[in-house]
C-alpha cells in the first residue's frame, strides 16, 4: 500500500482540511489521544500504508505526557524488581533517540550519593550500575564511575557530608517531552494522517451483527466551534485508545465491554514534580537521590536548556483521584520532595515560597489485579481489546513509545486478519523512519551557553527559520529572559506545530509557564497580538483579548492545579 506524503504545514489550515475529509472518509485506523503514545501509533500506521486519522480533545500532550520527569531512561530503579526486559528495551530506545534528535534528547549524568547504614550501599549499587551498562550493550553517553567520600565532596559540596561514605556517577538522558510528541503528530501528518486536536470522541458508534457488538466509529465535537451543537462521526474499520489516565472512562462508554469487566483496567499513581530557580537550587549536575524509608528515588534534574534555566525535583509516587480531571498537587506531595532535597542539600534550606512551579501527570500503570504497592506494579504496557473489537492500551514508559507502537498497530494487524479485512496486498512492518520532522543542527548539541543555543537546542534546523522569520518581522533576536525571538518562536509553532490556543504555546510548546515566577504574564498582550495576526484576525480585535484573557484564566487554573 503507497504511503502518502503531505507538505510541511501543520496549522489550523492543515486541521480544517482534515475536519472536511473526515466527513466522507472510512480510515483504516481511528487513533483517539494526542500524548506520545497516541502520535507514535499514528505515526508508526501511517509509515506502513494505513489510512489514519488522530483525534486529540485537548492539545498533544495535554495531560501525562508533558508532565513526565522528562527523561529518556532504562530505568536503574526496575532493576530492583527484576524487569530486566523493560530496562534492556529502555536502554535500547535510549541509544536510538540519542542518534536521531540529538537536539531534544541529550545525555545528561547523574551522581548517586551513599550513605553509612542505608540499605542501598556501595557494594549493592556497584553491582546495579555494571549490570545497567551491560544491559545497554555500553552503548551509553559514559561508563559509571565511582566515587570516594572525599572526591565526591570536592566536585558536589552541596551535598551532605555526614556520614557520606562516597558515591556513583552514571549516565542517563534528559528530553523535551512535549515537544517529541508534537514532533510525532507533525511526522505522522506528513505521512498523510488527519490530525486534529481539540476535537473531543463523545460517543461510540455501535455495529450490531446478531450478538456481537463492534465499533466502527466515533460522533465528536469540534471544541474550537461554540456556537456549533453538532457532531461529526468519524468512521473507522479499527478503533485504538490510547487515552492514558482516561481509559477506564473511555471504557465506560463502550457499555463496560474491556477485557476486564469486574475491575479497573488502570492502577493509577500521581507523579509531582517541584521546579526551582537556578540561582535558589545551584547544582549542574543531575542527582538520583534515595529515599530510606519508603525505598522510593528522587531525582533533581537542572535543566539549562530551558529558556533561563531551571531545577526539577522529582517524583512523587501516590494514588490518584478516580477523574484524572481532578488530579492536583497535594500539600503532602510538596513537602515530600522538600524534605528529601533538604536531607541530601541542608544548607539550601529549601522553603515551599521556593517552588515557583510545579508539575503534576498520572502514569497509567496496567492494574494487575493484585494488591500489589504502587512502587511494585510494573512499567510494562499492556494492550488488549475489548468484546466490541477496541484496541486499548496501558502503561508503558515514555521511552519505549516507539516500541509501544509497532505492538499497537501490530495487534490492529492481527485482528484485521481475524476478520478478513483487505488491506491491498502484505503490509510492510513496522519502519524505522525519522523521528523529528527537523533534525538537528550540529551546533545544537554543542553548549548550551552558546548564542541562540535555545532555538537550536528546542526546534533542531527550525531554529535557523525562527532566526531569519524573526529578521523579516524586524524583532529583535535577543532576550535577557532566555526566549529569543519570542514573537517569531509563535509564529513558527502556530504555523509549524499546530498551536491553535496561546495556552498551548505557554504551557507545552516552550517552558514559559514552568521556569518563570511570572509564568510569563508580561507578554500575555503583545503574544496575543501576533495570535491574533497568525490566526486572521485584527492584532487588536476582540478575538485577540479574548485569547489574552483565556491564556490568563488558563494560568491562574494550573497555579491551582499545581498548587502555587
Known sequence: MEI????????????????????????????????????????????????????????????TSSN???????????????????????????????????????????VIPVYKGTSRGMGLLSLGLWLYDTLSLFRTPGRHQRYSRKELMREHPLVDSENLVGGFQYYDASMWDDVMAVEAARAASRLGVDVVTYFEAVKPQLEISGNKTRVTGYFCRDLLDAESTAMTLVRAKQIVLCVGPYTDLCLKTLGGESARPQESVLKPSTGVHLVFESSR?????????PVEKDGRVVFVLPRPDFGPGCVMVGTTDGASEENPDDVT?????????????????????????????????I?????????????SVSREHHIDVTRSGVVYVVGGKYTTH?????????????????????????????????????????????????KHAFLNSRYGSDGEKIEKLASLENESCTDPDGFPCLLSQLRHCIREEMVLKLEDFYLRRIPLFLVRRDHGLPWVDQLSRVWAQEMG????????????????????????????
Not at 526496575?78 to 530486566?84: A, D, G, K, T, V
Not at 530496562?87 to 540529538?102: D, I, W
Request: proline share 6%; aromatic share 8%; hydrophobic share 35%.
Open 4 to 63: 502518502r506524503n503531505r507538505g510541511s504545514g501543520f496549522s489550523h489550515r492543515e486541521r480544517k482540511a482534515s475536519l472536511k475529509r473526515m466527513i466522507d472518509t472510512e480510515y483504516d485506523l481511528l487513533v483517539v489521544g494526542g500524548g506520545i503514545t497516541g502520535t507514535a501509533t499514528a505515526r508508526d500506521a501511517a509509515s506502513r500504508g494505513l489510512k489514519v486519522a488522530l483525534l486529540e480533545r485537548g492539545d498533544f500532550a495535554c495531560r
Open 68 to 110: 513526565s520527569s522528562k527523561l529518556v531512561h532504562g530505568g536503574l530503579r526496575y532493576l530492583e524488581n527484576f524487569e530486566f526486559k523493560l530496562v534492556f528495551e529502555s536502554l535500547s530506545e535510549r541509544a536510538h533517540l540519542l542518534k536521531v534528535a540529538p537536539n531534544m534528547v541529550r545525555p545528561m549524568p547523574f
Open 281 to 289: 537550587f545551584p547544582v549542574k549536575t543531575s542527582y538520583l537521590l
Open 329 to 361: 498537587v497535594r500539600t503532602e506531595e510538596t513537602q515530600y520532595l522538600l524534605d528529601v532535597a533538604n536531607r541530601y542539600f541542608p544548607t539550601l534550606k529549601l522553603t515551599r515560597e521556593d517552588v515557583i512551579s510545579a508539575t503534576v501527570g
Open 363 to 375: 502514569r497509567p500503570l496496567f492494574n494487575p489485579g493484585s494488591q500489589s504497592t504502587l512502587q
Open 402 to 450: 516507539r516500541q509501544m507502537a509497532r505492538d499497537i498497530v501490530d495487534q490492529t494487524l492481527k485482528i484485521w486478519l481475524e476478520r478478513a479485512y483487505s488491506y491491498g496486498g502484505p503490509m510492510p512492518p513496522s519502519t524505522h523512519h525519522p523521528d523529528t520532522s527537523a533534525p538537528a543542527n550540529p551546533s545544537a548539541v554543542g553548549d548550551l551557553n552558546s
Open 537 to 564: 484576525y485584527e492584532p487588536n480585535s476582540k478575538e485577540a483579548k479574548d485569547e489574552a484573557a483565556a491564556l490568563r484564566s488558563a494560568i491562574e487554573r494550573e497555579r491551582k492545579i499545581r498548587g502555587l
